[in-house]
């Protein structure tokens, strides 16, 4: 069964820091993979897709990479604001489901 | 519509009654999913439409749990004597297509948080 890790769990920093947030997962059949923002009481935000065939997206501030073959991606948040401050969860689709990890709370000090 | 629509966003109801969670799906998108989040717990799989075929149902977590989906668009999660545990955050997602290649980005609702008292 596929399984999604997600580390650090929680991260503090000030803002304007660069940041990485990291994602594994143990299968690497996989047809995409997709972050997410989750602001408290709120759904999910899609942020960037990556396909398979992929090894990076961008979008603004966000940069998204993918290795499949050992099973990793990193997030990557140029100069980080206090409206960053959030969950991001990676989710790896396999074709009928999205596999998710338990996330990364997020928090940027002003 | 511009995103998907849950309905309601929340509702609270005694053990032991039936409820019923609605989704509407981006227009056009064929794929739906239903996931739920308990609290402080990731994101569990409970079912995925695709077109007319038949639905992957290998995350319900009991035969209290049922879903369907008219006419390839909204989609219905009934929940039948309703039981404590159960109380959590229901969210759906659609996307426009399945398939390795294809664009299979999800977009989700903003949920329905479920109270069971």
């Known amino acids: 069964k596929q399984e999604v890790t997600q580390i650090p769990a929680a991260l503090s920093v000030p803002e304007g820091e660069n940041l990485v947030l990291n994602c594994s997962f143990t299968?690497?059949?996989?047809?995409?993979l997709q972050w997410f923002r989750q602001d408290p009481g709120k759904g999910l935000t899609s942020l960037l897709l990556i396909q398979s065939s992929q090894r990076e997206q961008t979008s603004g501030r966000l940069n998204a990479s993918l290795d499949k073959s050992s099973g990793r991606s990193t997030l990557y948040i140029a100069a980080s604001q206090p409206g960053d401050s959030a969950t991001y969860l990676c989710a790896v689709n396999t074709g009928n489901q999205f596999y998710f990890g338990t996330g990364t709370s997020l928090t940027v000090i002003p | 519509g511009a995103g998907v629509s849950q309905s309601p966003s929340n509702k609270v109801t005694e053990k032991g009654k039936d409820v019923e969670l609605r989704c509407d799906p981006i227009s056009g998108h064929t794929a739906l999913y239903w996931y739920r989040q308990s609290l402080g717990q990731g994101l569990e799989f409970l079912i995925y439409f695709q077109g007319n075929s038949a639905p992957d149902k290998s995350g319900l977590p009991s035969d209290r749990f049922s879903a369907e989906r008219t006419g390839g668009s909204v989609s219905t999660l009934t929940i039948q004597r309703t039981q404590q545990e159960d109380s959590a955050v229901y969210l759906c997602a659609s996307s426009l297509a399945a398939g390795i290649g294809r664009n299979t980005e999800a977009f989700f609702g903003q949920g329905t948080r479920l109270t069971v008292v």
């Open positions: 299968d690497s059949a996989i047809y995409n």
